[in-house]
């Protein structure tokens, strides 16, 4: 029993924000950001946020899939921002596309959100639990970020993507996940502080927070090895491999990645300079893009991988 992704769909902020936008309102520059991010706009949600925007991208994945909300058995979602601590968003997103069927919850891995929530998915799929499942990668990430910080503002936006999958007989589905949570410290956004009546401490909401060039060497180091870790136990070499769908954090690390498994950069698409870094909705919003586009065929073998806050990272290989 494998699991195969057969519908996609996107849902990016509303609003398009170009970095000439934000020179407007913070110390910076289109000539400042785009060598260094590869970045030239970013969406913004004006109204929709995080569920909002994962249950559109939820109702087109569906649509893709010629299937009914109804037959879902189960919704998992990856987020770092949600409306609301409870309830998860998978519900917010159950109620809104009417999957009245089906069990729903969120799972929290930062920016490897998708990809922990597909491996999450697969292992309930071939247990034999579920047969259909709605797995979403969803984030608004402008409400957790400091717009007076140019090192951080000017990275992030906001989007969600989905798949629907099934349990199959044929193919494959090979995947990793891991994390390192001593180096928790080098990308944080804090919940609400611990005040209560006993500290006489308000509870305050904290801003995104990293160490960019650990980030950068973590995941030029980290993304090469799972992938490889994959391939070695499918028997797969990466002559096979049609495209490696990554995070799109940065331009420059994708491109440390691409020289360092020695393939060629056209196998390794890229959105970044539309979207910037959405987090976990990075992976599905070009996944989607592909398949509408027509660039994914059935019997392909396609690589994802992700990395970010914990640290976290995961890789899995599938067939189209």
């Excluded at 400042?32 to 925007?53: F, Q």
């Excluded at 991208?57 to 409870?86: H, Q």
């Excluded at 410290?185 to 305050?204: D, I, M, W, Y």
């Excluded at 990645?257 to 959105?271: G, T, W």
Aim: charged share 25%.
């Amino acid at each position: 029993m494998t699991t195969k992704i057969i519908g996609t769909g996107s849902c990016p902020g509303e609003r398009v924000v170009t970095n000439d936008d934000l020179a407007n309102i913070v110390d910076t520059s289109d000539e400042w950001i785009r060598p260094r991010t590869g970045i030239h706009e970013r969406h913004l949600t004006t109204g929709l946020g995080t569920a909002g925007m994962a249950a559109e991208a939820a109702r087109l994945a569906c649509e893709n899939a010629g299937i009914s909300p109804e037959e879902l058995d189960l919704i998992i979602m990856g987020t770092s921002s949600p409306e609301y601590c409870f309830p998860s968003g998978a519900c917010q997103v159950q109620a809104a596309i009417g999957a009245v069927n089906a069990a729903g919850f969120d799972l929290s891995a930062a920016c490897s959100g998708f990809v922990f929530a597909l491996m999450t998915a697969h292992s309930f799929l071939k247990s034999g639990l579920y047969r259909k499942a709605l797995v979403i990668g969803a984030d608004d990430l402008s409400k957790l970020v400091d717009w007076s910080d140019r090192r951080t503002c000017v990275l992030f936006g906001d989007g969600a993507g989905a798949a629907v999958v099934t349990a199959e007989e044929d193919g494959f589905f090979e995947g990793v996940m891991g994390c390192d949570g001593k180096k928790w410290e080098v990308l944080t956004c804090q919940a609400r502080s611990g005040g209560n009546f006993l500290t006489e401490e308000k509870p305050e909401m904290g801003y995104i927070s990293m160490d960019g060039q650990e980030v950068f060497k973590f995941a030029v180091k980290k993304v090469p090895e799972c992938i490889r870790q994959v391939l070695d136990a499918n028997g797969t070499e990466m002559s096979e491999v049609k495209y490696y769908i990554l995070h799109q954090a940065n331009e420059r690390i994708i491109d440390s990645v691409a020289k360092r498994l020695k393939e060629p950069i056209e196998k390794f698409p890229m959105n970044i300079q539309r979207y910037g870094n959405t987090s976990g909705a990075s992976i599905p919003i070009l996944l989607d893009e592909m398949n509408r586009e027509g660039k994914l065929n059935r019997g392909d073998k396609i690589v994802l991988a992700g990395f970010g806050g914990g640290l976290t990272w995961g890789a899995i290989l599938l067939e189209w």
